[in-house]
C-alpha cells in the first residue's frame, strides 16, 4: 500500500463546475500538506500549504485537512480551462530532512 | 525574484553512462532537494543538501550523488546508468532550517533525462 493515495483521473469537467480533488495517506505522523499544480513540461507549482487539520482559501482554491480521516482535498470554484494540468498532493512529518511524499497525481481539464 | 533554474533541459544517455544536472536555487533559498519524477507517477525524493552537506535521502542507490556549492548551487550526478533511470528530474529550492521543515518547496521546470 502507498503512503498516499491519489486517482490518478482523468477528471473531464465543464467550464465554471465545482472541481474536488482528493488524497487519502496512511501515516499519521504527516503534518504539512501541499496541492501543486504541474503543466506539462513544467515543474510543479506549490498552490496551497497547510499546516495540520482545517480548512484554508485562496482565491477560487480552498484546502482542506481531515487529520482524523487522513483525508485531504481541493476544491477549486468557477474552473477555467486554463485550470487543466495535473493536481498532486504532497505531505510530509516535518524533521530534518525535507522530504515530501507525494500522490501520483491527478490528470484535470477543464472544457470550454 | 529568481526562481529555480535547471540545466539542461533535455539530455540522452547511453546505458552505463555518468550524466550531470545542475540546478541554481531561487534567491534567499540554502536548501536544495532533488525528486525524480518517472512518466504519470508523482515526485519521489532522491535527497536534500543543507549548508553542502546531504541532509535526508530517500530510497536510491548510491550511484545517485549530489553536491550543494557555497552559492547554494546544486548538482546531481548519476552513475552507471540504467534504463529506469529515464525520467524527469527536478531540483527544489526551499529557506528551510536543518532541524524542522516549516518552509514549502518550490521547483524548478527539470531535466528530462532519457537513457537508450
Known amino acids: 500500500q502507498k503512503e498516499v493515495e491519489q486517482d490518478p483521473g482523468p477528471l473531464s469537467v465543464p467550464e465554471g463546475a465545482i472541481v474536488s480533488l482528493n488524497c487519502t495517506y496512511s501515516n499519521s505522523a504527516f503534518q504539512y500538506f501541499m496541492w501543486y499544480r504541474q503543466y506539462s513540461r513544467k515543474g510543479p507549482e506549490l498552490l496551497m500549504y497547510?499546516?495540520?487539520?482545517g480548512n484554508k482559501e485562496d482565491g477560487r482554491f480552498t484546502a482542506q485537512v481531515d487529520k482524523s480521516s487522513k483525508y485531504i482535498s481541493l476544491f477549486i470554484r468557477d474552473s477555467q480551462p486554463s485550470d487543466s494540468a495535473t493536481y498532486l498532493c504532497a505531505m510530509s512529518g516535518g524533521g530534518n530532512t525535507g522530504k515530501l511524499i507525494f500522490g501520483q497525481g491527478t490528470t484535470l481539464q477543464v472544457k470550454p | 525574484e529568481t526562481g529555480v533554474t535547471q540545466s539542461p533541459t533535455h539530455l540522452i544517455k547511453t546505458r552505463g553512462q555518468q550524466v550531470t544536472l545542475r540546478c541554481s536555487s531561487q534567491?534567499?533559498?540554502?536548501?536544495v532537494s532533488w525528486y525524480q519524477q518517472a512518466l504519470g507517477q508523482g515526485p519521489q525524493f532522491i535527497f536534500q543538501?543543507?549548508?553542502?552537506?546531504?541532509?535526508g535521502r530517500g530510497n536510491f542507490p548510491p550511484r545517485f550523488s549530489g553536491l550543494q556549492f557555497p552559492n547554494y548551487s546544486s548538482e546531481l550526478n548519476v552513475n552507471a546508468l540504467e534504463l529506469d533511470d529515464s525520467a524527469l528530474y527536478l531540483c527544489?529550492?526551499?529557506?528551510?532550517?536543518?532541524?524542522?521543515?516549516?518552509?514549502?518547496?518550490?521547483f524548478g521546470n527539470g531535466t528530462r533525462l532519457t537513457v537508450t
Open positions: 534567491s534567499g533559498h540554502n536548501t
Open positions: 497547510t499546516y495540520s487539520s
Open positions: 543538501y543543507y549548508r553542502e552537506e546531504e541532509n
Open positions: 527544489a529550492s526551499s529557506d528551510g532550517q536543518r532541524r524542522s521543515y516549516n518552509s514549502p518547496l518550490h
